[in-house]
């Protein structure tokens, strides 16, 4: 019963007509109050707004429509510390708007909705919309059946969502309605973006969060009227609206406006109504109305009264204020500059114009006309440029700048449309092509905004491709459809697929950078329709008949239009049977890169790659670089709502392993929205072929870099087309194609004429060089508006809200030059003749840049702004003065500055906020607080506690406390608080005295972090950061002038300070001596100590091998080792288990164990000698002669690695394995590989040799000397090996400066003021002796007191050892690092160790390695890295990489606490390094890097082996096919019309197993026949060489004897090598012919699924039918090989679906001639196509199936063997 009376309740209710009135003919006063502030939430800090207080009268004046009029309105202005500060009345604001406020407006109003609104022409827009401020206040929608409902309602800001829930307060008589609207989902939003077309906003940053939102609520009290009017009162309207923003996250806090509405009506106070006779127009609706807004900047509030007078002071405080260097000013003047000119008529700009046109002025103006982005300057710049008032420099400068600055509507796209067509006429094809680019973003910004634009506009560059294809014109075609792309609109893509392959009706074949090009056109109008550009995206994607790069780019095209899952997985489906391994790693490495990616508009493919990637096959995942990839990296972070990315695409052809395509794109995440601020392409396939067919050459030319042969072999390219594109590249800025350009033979031929002809001949560079001779001064400005993005909401108070973000930068420099060349140039110089002269050139400039940085929030209208703003400002100054001596000649180099003589700020960053007003009428009274004052500056959670009662015994409790609790707790007052605020200031300065001068960082901060710790509260605030120039503190430190030399070659020794006599101690007290002395001294000095502490080490160790006590010797090492600092790389051993205990530990353990230790010493000794006296008395001669010259063998530094004899490995094995046995699973289940011991080649060398040694010996000597000789041997190869470790004899240990001279030398001088000038001088020199295989590197200061050196010294010990040691500090005895590398072995593979140890290092790098060592776990975890955590020497690290296999690597890292590996790392290149062969030599370190080269110089060569019937092709792929008898096959032959060499094999009649070869160079032929004694006969041109004349060259061609064979080499027709013995040939070409071959040994393109490709260009089914493809049929019939190639019938009937059919083959079957009969056949794969079996076909037309489909896949025996009868020929 309750719910039926409720619900009647509800119905009654809801039942009733609640429609607001103001009828009656009288007048209704309401009391109108509107505020809107900007600022902070939080209470307590600074905001900037205005207040509207008004008397409003509501009159109805006809029906349905009613005046609105203000009375007595007050305008006033808040801005100071909310809500402390009061409203200020803006008088002078108020009374020149009290008149337009005064003036009535008329509204329709009906049932709660606002209709037209009708106002005085006199009233502007601005007022009007305040007016539309209260009509939006009465907008209302009310139901009769509902009281909770949701809609959207149109309003002020649109057409919003709506919410009402209405109540009845019957006590009362009045109903309340309270509405609320969701300011964020408009439908039909008011708004305005500016700038802001670059950026692309995301469905899934929503999921995130956005960076603005906005909600308004209402609250209506209405009475109903008396009972003679009908309707209802509005008693009361209350508003209140919130407009946040915030750059980041929205829950990290952001900047509101608050804006509150009160309209109240005054009791008792309606009278009749008066409405005064004036003329009205329709204004239009409650929507709200743009004004003057949007040609007002935020930041600046000026006058236009007389704009001229003040460009014309702009303009003359820019110019004076900017010509050395930039004033701080000099942005925020430029602002103003285009501000002014934004209010500028025509006329005003022109005369502006005509008065400023020199050329101080004029750059300024031509920088400032194309930001204004108005009509009116638009007009004036094409007029400008169709005059030809302005350089085609000029005109391409400020021409581009416009076309994407300026406003876009008709009147515009109509004069940009005009004048494209002109430019067109006017033959400057390079403005021309930059404007036709710049007008298809017009284009695209036009129909953003219009929907029907592609009758007008667009059609004219339908057009223009259209007649571009029609006159064949390719570079027309490539520009028209770079425009398209940029215009980006959906009814371009019938137009666009013209040029796609398999899409265009015509047959027109396109060349394939023109379909890249139509590809990529695609890309922007993905945006709007992504369905239908995926369709045709992925078609061309798995088209496998297209060019791989076109594929490849439909593939970027495809994924950046985001498909849904299902065409992610068709595209991976595709991969499985793709026949492209170029496409399959390109398309592999696409969908791996965005599985990893964290952007949110990746979201979604994010999981569909994932998905993807468990369809495909790992494998892919291993093709090396040779094949294309991609790679795409990004980062987002969701609190700052911001993130950066980058797309890498390399696209390589089979031609070349270097990418052949690079597309770089930058990508910036922010404000919620995705933009490409930055994309990079080049694409230079065509230029390879100018080095490809000079291959010899060119790998010469980049060895010895000699510029003079590059240009002699340019000038020998003649086959390239001058009009054929070799490179080109493009540049995009926000998705937008602004340049492209392109390089072509033309190009070339006029680079290679500048560098022939004299200079005299050049009339630009002869000028250059005689101002420069002359001496020349430049000043060089250029202001730039770098970034306007604004975008502005109207708020329910009428006024409207602005975000805005502006960058202004000024650059400006003053330079002066003189140069002075020595001998004087003449008109005859030529450019080469400049590399045989000195040149002094000095220089004296102060480049300097200022950037501002403005980002606003608040009102911004052409009367009042109130806001806030946060400038960042930076300048930045760097004053150079040098002079620049340089002689080619003679190598040297010098380089003279001055230092600092006062602070130069080098760069100055200042950061505020600030909360500000501004009103036209009273512009000085502009008030600007900082949004941080003092009051809340401090930080509460630095603040002290302060009692409010301090009990009566506080003095004795005080007492008891310590000082700093008193101190703590006593009362501090606002100074005190302003020291504990969040300020942080710091300064710190590096003194540079020798060279004068100091380098200063400077800084401080306040922010209102301690209120929330957030991104936006922490830059809210004063910051300042300074690094400063200053000159050096202390007198004598003044240096007046700089000068650092540089000197090469075999005068670098004139450049050394001459040094003391070796004997003369660095130390005299006379001071006289010299820094390489002293160096010298420290060498011997070490090399002494050294000496005397290896004779205790050798002393010991003899002893130790006649006890052969182990522990003994090692004891007694170890402490020589220690005493004399050795770097030891040793493990533990079994006798001493703690390698890592204390010095003191150890001597303590040697003290107690010395006695024990010596008696068993002497005991094993009398046994051992007794026992090993007769089998090795010259083995110990040999070895005491060895261990006396071992004593000799020092490092110059004293620093040395111990190696690990056979002993020590294996007990360091077992401690290992002790140590680890409690982990028994290592590295994921794999082999234990940390436990494999890295075994040297030189120890394994001298291990092998022992053995023989041993082996040689007589059975009865090895039986009585076994444990002798063993011991003995233990003892050579730890000795020898030990010393391998060392720096060579003492010989070596010299300084190499005494033998050879420095490879170069640098010397730093500063030259000090004072009446004496002294110098202060610095100076390093290297040292390289190839006899000893050594190099020394020496740097220290040459005067002074100051002992800082570094001495650096590196030594090739062995074929397999290097070593290297630093040492630096005072005399170079501070710090110490070593770094061994030696070739070896790592279980069954070759591998190279690396080990580095460390004595002592500097604290700031010790601690920037604990940082770093904390990221190693988890970088190299993601790296895929095994990790095996056991614990190593601390200052010791390890690296070995050993060779798997030719193409992997195996890595394996130790570390103090870890062991790292990873396996098979995929390389670029084949190593040639295969598995450990023991009866071979090692190759050595030397030699294995000097392989490295090589190995890449060869990775770009390709090889085909035939051995029999096993070929192996240039891809590697290996198969097997026997060889009919006399027939030739091509074994390989340039796929070309014109071959440079083809290579014929065919069998020889001598024998199965020998086969012959023909080889084809050019018109030369060349044969080569085996014959039964096993030698090779040579025929040249059917002329037998006999071999006496080997080697025999001929032109291009080569041929020699190695071994058994022939070698043939023929570089430049393509040929590196030819190999043939009689049974095996080898066929390696030259890299330029990749992808340019064929025959049996493929096409040396890397794609081996289509290796099996025939003459036709199908590829075979098997690999007989491919081999039998290739043979060469002999035309007469009297020849050898009797084959000719037919189509034929299968030979039977096929059934399908119950239909017979005939099937005749779509490739020709190799047969036997006519009149032959096989005698062997094979059976072959190939393809038929069926007929009816009722239609009869002739043999003779079997051809014509060559085109037809195939429709089935069937075997047939084709002929490899024929007899023929002996009267076939006479038949014929």
Not at 349 to 370: C, E, G, H, T, V
Not at 1134 to 1157: E, F, I, L, M, Y
Not at 1655 to 1665: D, I, L, W
């Amino acid at each position: 019963m309750r719910v039926i009376l409720l619900a009647l309740a509800v119905t009654l209710v809801g039942s009733k007509q609640f429609e607001p009135t103001f009828s009656g003919s009288k007048t209704y006063p309401y009391k109108y109050e509107g505020i809107l502030l900007t600022g902070l939430p939080e209470k307590g800090l600074s905001r900037a707004g205005l207040k509207i207080d008004s008397l409003v009268q509501i009159t109805e004046v006809g029906q349905k429509t009613y005046s609105l009029q203000f009375k007595s309105p007050v305008i006033e202005e808040y801005n100071g510390i909310w809500p402390k500060a009061p409203f200020v009345p803006a008088a002078k604001l108020t009374k020149a708007l009290a008149r337009e406020l005064g003036q009535p407006v008329k509204f329709e109003y009906d049932n709660g909705h606002v209709g037209h609104i009708y106002a005085p022409e006199e009233v502007s827009d601005t007022v009007l919309n305040i007016h539309r401020g209260i009509l939006n206040m009465l907008q209302m929608t009310l139901k009769s059946t509902e009281i909770v409902y949701e809609l959207q309602e149109p309003g002020i800001a649109g057409s919003c969502q709506t919410s009402y829930v209405i109540q009845e307060n019957k006590k009362k008589d009045e109903i309340i309605i309270t509405k609320s609207t969701d300011l964020s989902k408009c439908k039909e939003k008011i708004h305005k973006n500016i700038g802001m077309a670059c950026l692309n906003e995301h469905a899934p940053h929503s999921k995130i969060g956005k960076n603005f939102r906005g909600s308004a609520a209402y609250t209506y009290v209405m009475k109903p009227m008396k009972a003679s009017v009908p309707g209802y009162l509005i008693e009361s309207i209350t508003a209140n609206a919130v407009y946040q923003f915030s750059p980041f996250n929205e829950m990290t806090g952001a900047a509101v406006t608050v804006v509150s509405q009160k309209l109240n009506f005054i009791e008792g106070k309606a009278v009749e109504a008066s409405f005064p006779d004036q003329q009205f127009l329709s204004r239009g609706g409650l929507q709200y109305e743009f004004a003057s807004e949007l040609i007002q900047t935020p930041i600046q509030l000026v006058r236009s009264n007389n704009p001229e007078t003040k460009i014309k002071d702009i303009l003359e405080n820019l110019v004076q204020n900017n010509q050395d260097v930039v004033h701080n000013e000099a942005p925020a003047k430029f602002l103003e500059l285009t501000q002014h000119l934004r209010r500028c008529t025509y006329e005003n700009i022109n005369s502006i114009w005509k008065q400023f046109s020199i050329q101080m002025y004029r750059q300024w103006l031509l920088d400032a006309l194309p930001a204004i982005g108005t009509p009116t300057a638009f007009k004036f710049i094409i007029e400008r440029i169709q005059d030809q008032e302005v350089t085609t420099v000029e005109a391409s400068q400020i021409l581009v700048t416009a076309m994407h600055f300026v406003h876009v509507n008709r009147e515009t796209m109509d004069m940009a449309k005009a004048f494209v067509v002109k430019l067109e006429r006017m033959q400057q094809p390079a403005l021309f092509n930059w404007a036709m680019l710049a007008y298809g973003t017009m284009v695209n910004k036009y129909c953003n905004e219009n929907e029907d634009c592609s009758t007008t506009y667009l059609k004219y560059l339908h057009d223009f491709v259209a007649d571009a294809v029609s006159r064949a014109h390719e570079e027309h075609m490539v520009l028209a459809l770079k425009a398209i792309g940029n215009a980006g609109q959906p009814s371009s893509i019938k137009t666009i697929q013209k040029f796609l392959p398999g899409f265009g009706a015509g047959k027109a074949e396109f060349p394939i950078n023109v379909q890249v090009d139509a590809v990529m056109a695609l890309r922007n109008i993905a945006r709007r329709e992504p369905s239908k550009i995926q369709e045709i995206t992925i078609a061309i994607s798995m088209d496998t008949r297209l060019h791989p790069e076109i594929r490849m780019m439909a593939c970027v095209v495809l994924l950046e239009a985001k498909p849904p899952a299902a065409k992610i997985t068709i595209l991976a489906e595709s991969l499985l049977k793709e026949t492209s391994l170029q496409v399959a790693s390109f398309v592999y490495s696409h969908l791996k890169s965005l599985s990893r990616s964290k952007a949110p508009e990746n979201h979604s493919l994010y999981a569909y790659s994932n998905m993807a990637l468990k369809l495909l096959s790992s494998k892919l995942d291993r093709l090396n670089y040779r094949y294309s990839k991609s790679i795409h990296i990004d980062t987002f972070n969701d609190n700052l709502m911001a993130g950066a990315g980058v797309d890498l695409y390399l696209m390589n052809n089979a031609a070349s392993m270097y990418p052949t395509a690079i597309i770089t794109r930058l990508q910036a995440y922010l404000l919620g929205s995705t933009s490409d601020p930055l994309e990079f392409g080049i694409r230079a396939e065509g230029l390879e072929e100018i080095f490809q067919d000079k291959n010899e050459e060119v790998d010469s030319i980049l060895f010895s870099k000699k510029i003079e042969e590059v240009m002699k072999m340019l000038r020998r390219w003649k086959s390239v087309p001058s009009e054929k594109t070799l490179a080109s590249m493009y540049i995009k800025l926000f998705g937008q194609e602004i340049s492209f350009s392109h390089l072509n033979k033309k190009y070339i031929e006029e680079i290679i004429q500048v560098t022939q002809e004299p200079v005299g001949k050049q009339n630009l560079l002869w000028k250059i060089l005689a101002r420069l001779q002359s001496g020349t001064s430049v000043r060089w400005s250029k202001p730039l508006l770098a970034a306007e993005m604004r975008h502005i909401i109207p708020t329910c108070v009428g006024l409207p809200l602005e975000m805005s973000w502006y960058s202004a930068a000024v650059a400006a420099t003053s330079m002066t030059a003189q140069a002075q060349i020595t001998p004087a140039p003449t008109r005859d110089f030529n450019m080469f003749q400049f590399l045989n002269s000195a040149v002094e050139l000095k220089t004296e400039a102060s480049p300097s840049l200022a950037v501002n940085n403005i980002a606003t929030m608040g009102v911004n209208t052409e009367l009042i702004q109130s806001g806030v703003e946060f400038h960042v400002n930076t300048r930045t100054i760097v004053p150079v003065k040098f002079t620049a001596k340089i002689d080619i000649k003679e190598s040297n180099y010098k380089l003279q500055t001055e230092p600092c003589q006062v602070e130069t700020e080098v760069l100055t960053v200042r950061a505020q906020a600030y909360a500000i007003s501004r009103n036209i009428e009273d512009l000085e009274a502009a008030k600007n607080t900082s949004l941080l004052p003092a009051s809340a500056e401090t930080n509460p959670l630095k603040s002290r506690f302060n009692p409010a009662t301090r009990p009566r015994d506080s003095s004795e409790t005080t007492s008891r406390m310590s000082t700093e609790m008193s101190s703590q707790e006593s009362v501090t007052s606002e100074a005190q608080k302003r020291q504990h605020s969040s300020c942080r200031k710091y300064n710190t300065c590096g003194s540079f005295d020798s060279f004068g001068f100091q380098l200063c960082f400077e800084a401080s901060s306040e922010n209102i972090a301690f209120l929330r710790n957030v991104p936006l509260y922490t830059i809210i605030g004063k910051h300042f950061w300074k690094i400063a120039l200053r000159p050096a503190k202390n007198p004598e430190a003044i240096v007046e002038e700089i000068e650092i030399e540089v000197q090469t070659g075999p005068k670098s020794a004139s450049k050394i300070i001459t040094m003391m006599p070796i004997d003369e101690s660095p130390r005299d007290s006379r001071g006289k001596g010299r820094v390489l002395t002293k160096l010298r001294k420290i060498l011997q000095g070490s090399a002494g100590n050294g000496t005397r502490l290896n004779r205790t080490s050798s002393s010991s160790s003899q002893s130790s091998s006649q006890s052969s006590s182990r522990s003994s010797s090692s004891s007694s090492s170890q402490s020589s080792s220690r005493r004399s600092g050795a770097l030891d790389f040793r493990k533990p051993s079994r006798n001493n288990p703690h390698p890592r205990q204390t010095s003191q530990q150890k001597n303590r353990h040697h003290k107690a164990s010395s006695s024990s230790s010596g008696s068993s010493s002497s005991s094993s000794s009398r046994s051992s000698s007794s026992s090993s006296s007769s089998s090795s008395s010259s083995r110990r001669s040999r070895s005491n002669r060895r261990n006396s010259k071992q004593q000799e063998r020092q490092s110059a530094f004293g620093g040395q690695f111990s190696s690990s004899s056979s002993s020590n490995s294996s007990s360091s094995s077992r401690s290992s394995r002790s140590s680890s046995s409690s982990s028994q699973q290592d590295f994921g289940g794999r082999p234990a590989i940390y436990k494999l011991q890295f075994r040297g080649d030189g120890h394994a060398l001298k291990s092998d040799l022992n053995k023989k040694r041993s082996s040689s010996s007589s059975s009865s000597s090895r039986r009585s000397s076994s444990s002798s000789s063993s011991s003995s041997s233990s003892s050579r190869s730890s000795s020898d090996s030990s010393s391998n470790y060392r720096f060579s004899s003492k010989e070596q240990a010299k300084f190499l400066g005494d033998s050879v001279a420095p490879l170069f030398a640098i010397v730093a001088r500063a030259r000090k003021s004072g009446s004496d000038r002294k110098q202060q001088r610095y100076q390093l020199a290297a040292y390289v002796d190839a006899h000893q295989r050594r190099v020394q590197v020496l740097a220290a200061e040459t005067n002074g007191n100051d002992k800082w050196q570094v001495c650096a010294d590196a030594e090739l010990l062995n074929e397999y050892k290097a070593l290297a040691v630093m040492r630096w500090g005072q005399e170079c005895q501070d710090y110490k690092v070593a770094v061994k590398a030696e070739t070896g072995r790592l279980g069954a593979h070759p591998a190279l160790q690396i080990k580095t140890k460390w004595w002592k290092i500097p604290r700031p790098v010790k601690h920037v390695g604990k940082i770093l060592a904390e990221y190693v776990p988890g970088t190299t975890l993601m790296l895929g890295f095994y990790q095996k955590w056991h614990r190593h020497a601390s200052n010791q690290l390890a690296l070995y990489l050993a060779v798997s296999s030719p193409r992997t690597l195996d890595l394996l890292i130790k570390t103090h606490r870890m062991t790292l590996y990873k396996p098979a790392v995929a390389l670029p290149v084949t190593l040639p390094f295969g598995p450990v062969d023991k009866t071979q030599t090692p190759p050595g370190l030397l030699r294995s890097l000097s392989q490295i080269p090589i190995v890449f110089a060869e990775s770009t060569k390709s090889e085909c082996i035939a051995q029999g019937n096993k070929f192996t092709t240039f891809d590697d792929v290996q198969y097997t096919y026997n060889m009919s008898r006399s027939c030739y096959y091509v074994l390989a032959t340039e796929l070309s019309s014109k071959s440079r060499f083809t290579i014929l094999i065919k069998r020889a009649s001598v024998s199965e197993n020998l086969r012959v070869l023909k080889v084809q160079i050019g018109n030369n032929q060349i044969e080569m026949l085996p014959s039964t004694n096993g030698k090779l006969r040579l025929m040249y041109n059917d002329q037998e060489v006999s071999p006496r004349n080997l080697p025999f060259s001929q032109g291009t061609i080569e041929i020699k004897q190695e071994g058994h064979g022939l070698v043939l080499r023929a570089h430049e027709n393509g040929v590196d090598e030819l190999y043939f013995d009689g049974e095996n040939v080898k066929v390696k070409m030259c890299a330029g012919m990749r992808g340019k071959t064929c025959g049996l040994c493929g096409q040396n393109d890397g794609e081996r699924k289509t290796e099996y490709r025939m003459p036709n260009g199908r590829v075979a089914k098997s690999e007989t039918s491919f081999a039998q493809s290739w043979i060469l049929p002999d035309d007469k019939c009297n020849e050898e090989c009797k084959f000719r190639r037919e189509h034929v019938e299968l030979g039977r009937r096929v059934s399908v679906l119950g239909e017979e059919l005939r099937c005749y083959s779509t490739e020709a079957v190799l047969l036997c001639a006519a009149g032959c009969s096989p005698t062997h056949t094979a059976p072959v794969n190939i393809g038929f196509h069926c007929l009816p079996a009722a239609s009869t076909i002739s043999s003779r037309d079997y051809a014509i199936f060559a085109e037809k489909t195939e429709d089935r896949e069937d075997s047939f025996l084709a002929h490899t063997e024929c007899s023929c009868p002996a009267e076939r020929c006479a038949s014929a």
